[in-house]
């Protein structure tokens, strides 16, 4: 049985959609098209499934791009794991999988997207639109959807020559500044060794449906806000919210600027251990 994936067919835009994204986006990446369909289906968010179906409901809908999203976040795992393993052959385990974690996490994801402007060639539903968060869910989820679907159409050499134009950039710089693989822990680490204090974390906002709910969690030290983060579950939310604090914190300097903020007290204690 042929899988619904891999038999996308160019003809069930047809009626749908009749511009050129596909082969535009192409251009500028520098990717042959064999059937634009994959590319289509990547640039297809599932907020506009409904709007193209109450115009035409008696015509089968395309998929949106979650099935490739899927399948793009795991070839961009392994692509990112097989450079790594063969970058950093004496590096140990611990040290590459936080090095994988550092490389696609969705900010990063997200700031690629933003690269090749690809907001601008999705596919959205009336009211939807990319946000200025540096974990916008719909454009980390397309850029994954648009590995999968070069893989696709391309194979995967083309995607793993897609991936690496990024990872290879970035490479050094997230090694030279290794983000912890547990950012909630280290952020509490960090500040209970620091000040003796740990931070605290609210959710502030809950969006979309039961079945896809994305959370907004809100870390703050002494009811100073240090960073927020998005995520599918609570703990997912708070530890991307203790990343983007961890991003903020990353010198002495900057952690007694914190402390003086707190009325001098938080500082004093850390001068007194110090």
């Given at each position: 049985?042929?899988?619904p994936?891999t038999?996308?067919?160019?003809?069930?835009?047809?009626?749908?959609?009749?511009?050129?994204?596909?082969h535009?986006?192409?251009?500028?990446l520098?990717?042959?098209l064999?059937?634009?369909?994959?590319?289509?289906?990547?640039?297809?968010?599932?907020s506009?499934?409904?709007?193209?179906?109450a115009?035409?409901?008696?015509?089968?809908?395309?998929?949106?791009?979650?099935?490739?999203?899927?399948?793009?976040?795991?070839?961009l795992?392994?692509?990112v794991?097989?450079?790594?393993?063969?970058?950093?052959?004496?590096?140990?385990e611990?040290?590459l999988t936080?090095?994988?974690?550092?490389l696609?996490?969705a900010?990063?994801?997200?700031a690629?997207?933003?690269?090749?402007?690809l907001g601008?060639?999705?596919?959205?539903g009336?009211g939807?639109?990319?946000?200025d968060?540096?974990?916008?869910?719909?454009?980390a989820?397309a850029?994954?959807?648009?590995?999968?679907?070069i893989?696709?159409?391309s194979?995967?050499?083309?995607?793993?020559a897609?991936?690496?134009r990024y990872?290879?950039?970035?490479?050094?710089?997230?090694?030279s500044?290794?983000?912890?693989?547990?950012?909630?822990?280290?952020?509490?680490e960090?500040?209970q060794?620091?000040?003796?204090?740990?931070?605290?974390y609210?959710?502030?906002?809950?969006?979309g449906?039961?079945?896809?709910?994305?959370f907004?969690?809100?870390v703050?030290?002494?009811?100073?806000?240090?960073?927020q983060?998005?995520?599918?579950?609570?703990?997912?939310?708070?530890q991307?919210?203790?990343?983007d604090?961890l991003d903020?914190?990353?010198t002495?300097?900057?952690?007694?600027?914190?402390?003086?903020?707190?009325?001098?007290?938080?500082?004093?204690?850390?001068?007194?251990?110090?």
């Amino acid at each position: 049985m042929t899988s619904p994936l891999t038999a996308i067919d160019e003809s069930l835009f047809t009626p749908f959609v009749q511009d050129e994204r596909p082969h535009e986006l192409a251009a500028v990446l520098g990717i042959e098209l064999r059937n634009p369909a994959f590319l289509r289906t990547a640039l297809t968010h599932r907020s506009i499934l409904h709007e193209w179906g109450a115009v035409q409901p008696e015509l089968p809908l395309p998929h949106s791009n979650e099935r490739l999203e899927f399948l793009g976040d795991a070839y961009l795992g392994m692509i990112v794991a097989e450079e790594l393993f063969h970058h950093a052959p004496e590096a140990p385990e611990g040290d590459l999988t936080s090095w994988r974690v550092a490389l696609v996490r969705a900010e990063r994801l997200v700031a690629w997207a933003r690269e090749i402007d690809l907001g601008a060639y999705l596919y959205l539903g009336t009211g939807e639109r990319i946000t200025d968060s540096p974990r916008d869910r719909i454009l980390a989820g397309a850029f994954e959807a648009l590995i999968g679907a070069i893989a696709l159409d391309s194979g995967l050499d083309t995607a793993r020559a897609f991936v690496l134009r990024y990872v290879r950039r970035d490479l050094a710089s997230v090694i030279s500044h290794t983000e912890h693989p547990n950012p909630k822990g280290y952020l509490q680490e960090l500040l209970q060794d620091y000040f003796r204090l740990g931070p605290s974390y609210r959710i502030v906002r809950a969006e979309g449906p039961d079945h896809a709910r994305v959370f907004t969690a809100e870390v703050t030290f002494r009811g100073q806000p240090l960073g927020q983060g998005e995520g599918a579950s609570k703990r997912d939310a708070e530890q991307a919210a203790a990343s983007d604090a961890l991003d903020h914190l990353v010198t002495d300097d900057q952690l007694r600027r914190l402390g003086a903020a707190g009325n001098g007290i938080i500082e004093t204690e850390h001068e007194q251990r110090r």
